[in-house]
């Protein structure tokens, strides 16, 4: 079976977007096409966009906009933006935001949820305020256990709809908080409308569903949360990576966790299978990879049946949680079709594995990606 690399929506533009590819207008889902991911960082024009609830703003004022830090703390507190500038040093960190359904359409059998192709992701420099740091000036009291977080979005809430509220925590034990950013900046720009100006969650490593957009509060919690986008949706099962069956599934047995960290992928952006190649001569491939767990230290290719891998050469270190390019020199030596494949390896030895996975959600799919090429006669 053989997949386009992008779904097949038609291109539409967007405020602040350059042409997308359209998933859902209600809500707005909006998929990177392919040859943007020739560079390492995605342009803000062109990044993603993915929102759950349909009622969002198109402006916001800035003298008017303010940041809570509520719940479980000894100062509540509102920051505007002027507070986030002037009282805070800024920092930056170069990460991936991929949604956790992204490459959904390829689950067999098929599951409910945006069918997206591989563009539901992007790399970007963040910049904005440590959470930790807004964390200290509030005061966590005393018996706080989660951090939760609040985006500006509404909804009607209700069955099948979810919370009304775009509403996501982390636990205050998860190392995960030293890194979040509180980011105002995005590729050195302002966020655009639909990637959650003025201000978003960045939890670096970590699926995007974490990385609350529009926020206007941040709530240390003393009890669990239970919300709908927490104890119902962005669940994986509690099986090496998250696979099980509808099988299983039935048998009511199979145990959901939070999602959390995204694991290692790569793909090839070009060339894209779109015109032929001369034989005897060189090819260079290029293309991408990521992991949310480690650093990307190996990227293999393979031009054969999967058996023989050789390894690619890594482009520039942007950070553990960067895309990190690629680059292949293939010479096609015979006429007629061929399969290149690519995988990574990351700093914990987790490799990409040749079998895809099932879950309800769609989730965390990371199987090797292949694509096929014409070499046709030699020029
Ligand atoms: N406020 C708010 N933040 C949100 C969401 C949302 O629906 N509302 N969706 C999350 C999910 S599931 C994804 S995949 C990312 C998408 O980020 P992007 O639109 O900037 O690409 O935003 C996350 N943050
Ligand atoms: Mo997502």
């Known amino acids: 079976m053989s997949f386009s690399w992008n779904s097949g929506g038609q ?174 900046r995005m590729n050195d720009k302002p966020l655009p409308m639909l990637n959650g100006f003025p201000a978003r969650l960045v939890v670096p490593g970590y699926f995007a569903t974490y990385w609350v957009k529009a926020l206007t509060s941040i709530r240390v919690l003393d009890k669990p949360d239970d919300n709908y986008w927490m104890k119902s949706a962005y669940r994986v099962p509690n099986t090496p990576r998250g696979n099980t069956t509808p099988q299983d599934i039935t048998t009511g047995k199979v145990k959901f966790l939070p999602i959390d960290r995204m694991p290692v992928r790569s793909f090839i952006i070009a060339p894209d299978g779109s015109s032929e190649l001369p034989r005897g001569k060189q090819v260079k491939l290029h293309g991408i990879a990521l992991s949310g767990h480690d650093r990307v230290v190996k990227v293999e290719v393979s031009s054969g049946d999967g058996t023989m891998w050789s390894e690619a050469q890594l482009g520039e270190d942007f950070g553990a949680y960067s895309f990190r390019t690629w680059e292949f020199t293939w010479t096609p030596a015979r006429l007629g079709s061929h399969v290149l494949s690519v995988r990574a390896t990351d700093g914990q030895g987790n490799v990409q594995p040749d079998g895809g996975i099932w879950n309800p959600g769609g989730y965390m799919w990371n199987k090797i990606e292949s694509q096929e090429m014409v070499v046709a006669t030699s020029i």
């Open 11 to 184: 291109y539409v533009t967007y405020p602040q977007k350059a042409p997308l590819i359209l998933l859902t207008k209600q809500p707005v889902q909006l998929e990177t096409p392919r040859h943007c991911f020739l560079s390492p960082f995605t342009p803000n024009s062109s990044f993603y966009v993915r929102w759950h609830l349909n009622s969002l703003s198109s402006s916001v004022n800035l003298s008017e906009w303010r940041l809570n830090l509520e719940g479980n703390v000894k100062k509540p507190m509102w920051l505007s933006m002027s507070n986030l500038l002037g009282r805070f040093k800024p920092a930056s960190i170069v990460a991936v935001n991929q949604c956790s359904g992204n490459s959904r359409s390829r689950f067999q059998p098929s599951v409910s949820g945006g069918q997206w192709g591989n563009g539901a992701m992007g790399n970007a420099t963040w910049t904005g305020v440590r959470l930790k740091e807004l964390l200290d000036v509030a005061g966590i009291k005393k018996h706080s256990i989660m951090v939760q977080f609040e985006g500006m979005d509404r909804g009607k809430g209700g069955k099948g709809v979810g919370a009304n509220k775009f509403l996501k925590s982390l636990g205050l034990d998860n190392p995960v908080l030293d890194k979040c950013l509180i980011a105002y």
